[in-house]
Nanobody, 126 residues
Framework: QVQLVESGGGLVQAGGSLRLSCVSS????????MAWFRQAPGKEREFVAA????????YHDISVKGRFTISRDGAKDTVYLQMNRLKPEDTAVYYC???????????????????WGQGTQVTVRT
């Protein structure tokens, strides 16, 4: 079992930055891969970024590549999403997710992730 708690969301002007954090508790953090997804009002939840168990592999969706960076700190059992140059279309609830079945590779498939946080709201205004 794993519990995920996100924080760091808020209201920011376009062009600004936020850093989301997701603290994991329960099973050993270094054994599983993690990801961030987001869901905007009236839209399906979509993939944002993913990272494998040791941060040796990362993947960012084309919509955020070059602006967002996923990372993880094993000493703090935390995965981060650094978001720069935010745009109004980045407005969404952001969720972190954990895939305990493997730490290897990267997945952008929502169904691969068994555990989810409660989400944190990010609002970008013009």
């Amino acid at each position: 079992q794993v519990q995920l708690v996100e924080s760091g969301g808020g209201l920011v002007q376009a062009g600004g930055s936020l850093r989301l954090s997701c603290v994991s508790s329960g099973r050993a953090f270094s054994t599983y891969r993690m990801a961030w997804f987001r869901q905007a009002p009236g839209k399906e939840r979509e993939f944002v970024a993913a990272i494998n168990w040791n941060a040796g592999s990362t993947y960012h969706d084309i919509s955020v590549k070059g602006r967002f960076t996923i990372s993880r700190d094993g000493a703090k059992d935390t995965v981060y999403l650094q978001m720069n140059r935010l745009k109004p279309e980045d407005t969404a609830v952001y969720y972190c997710a954990a895939d305990l079945e493997t730490g290897w590779g990267i997945s952008r498939v929502e169904e691969d992730y068994e555990y989810w946080g409660q989400g944190t709201q990010v609002t970008v205004r013009t």
